[in-house]
Each structure stands twice: as structure tokens, then as C-alpha cells.
């Protein structure tokens, strides 16, 4: 689930920016209700969306949460890793 998008610089030089994925991975420390509650808090998502992220963490292992340029994601990815959940940037 990649997208690139592209930047044109006024020189006329062409930057491709890749958009990222922050990823959550499933765990048997934290519950679902945490997760949630995080997403929401966190994320900036609705409850209906935190839900469905958790669900999809838990029964497919992975669910991407959040997307964007690796430096818009790496705050998100830093206040969930605070939280202890399991994210990366893809």
C-alpha cells in the first residue's frame, strides 16, 4: 500500500517523496480497549476507526494506522512507542 508522490522543485528538478505507512503490530501485552484508546488519543482518530484498526491488528497481525512522509509519522511513531505498542514505518 505504497504511494509516491511528486514534488517539483522551481529549478525544474523532480523530487519522488514516498509515502509511508505507520504500522501496528498485534501483541498479547496490550488490550483492546489500550489500543483504542491510544489510536484515538494518538492518532487523532475517530472511535469507529480505532476499532477498526485493532480489529484488523488482531486478526490479520498488522494494520496500517496513520500515513504521510517518514518525518510527519516518526512523532506518531514515538508517542505509540511510549505507550508500548509495536509500530514501524514501512
Known sequence: MTKEKEAILPAGNEVVEKERNLVLFNDDVNTFDFVIQ????????TLEQAETCAWITHFKGKCAVK????DKLMPYKQALLEKHLTVSIQ
Open 67 to 70: 500515513s504521510g512522509s517518514y
Open 38 to 45: 491510544t489510536l484515538v488519543e494518538v492518532c487523532e482518530h
